[in-house]
């Protein structure tokens, strides 16, 4: 489930499209390298006592967007 290749490639389909909207966050390599280790985050996390997010509102504030920039502009 987590970070499988199609998944990435949506992504970065969509980090495509919205470029234009923050150019100088949405790079594709820095897209895909960010969002390895917020999947890694969550699998080590559903892996142990605490609970994932359930929805994308949960995911927003459970995201530091100082460690996740890109992960925070999409949700």
Same mark, same amino acid.
């Given at each position: 489930? #987590? ?7 949506? +992504? =970065?389909? +969509? %980090?495509?499209?919205? %470029? %234009? &909207?923050?150019p100088?966050? =949405?790079?594709? /390599?820095? &897209?895909?390298?960010e =969002?390895? !280790?917020?999947c890694?985050?969550?699998?080590? !996390? $559903? /892996?142990? +006592?605490?609970?994932? *997010?359930d929805?994308?509102?949960?995911a927003?504030? %459970?995201?530091? $967007?100082? +460690?996740? *920039?890109? !992960?925070? #502009? #999409? =949700?």
């Amino acid at each position: 489930m #987590f970070c499988t290749s199609d998944y990435q490639d949506r +992504v =970065l389909n +969509v %980090s495509k499209r919205f %470029s %234009s &909207i923050e150019p100088n966050k =949405l790079h594709g /390599e820095t &897209i895909l390298g960010e =969002l390895e !280790i917020w999947c890694q985050k969550w699998k080590l !996390i $559903a /892996e142990g +006592v605490e609970k994932c *997010p359930d929805n994308t509102i949960e995911a927003f504030f %459970s995201c530091n $967007a100082e +460690v996740f *920039p890109n !992960i925070k #502009f #999409f =949700l």
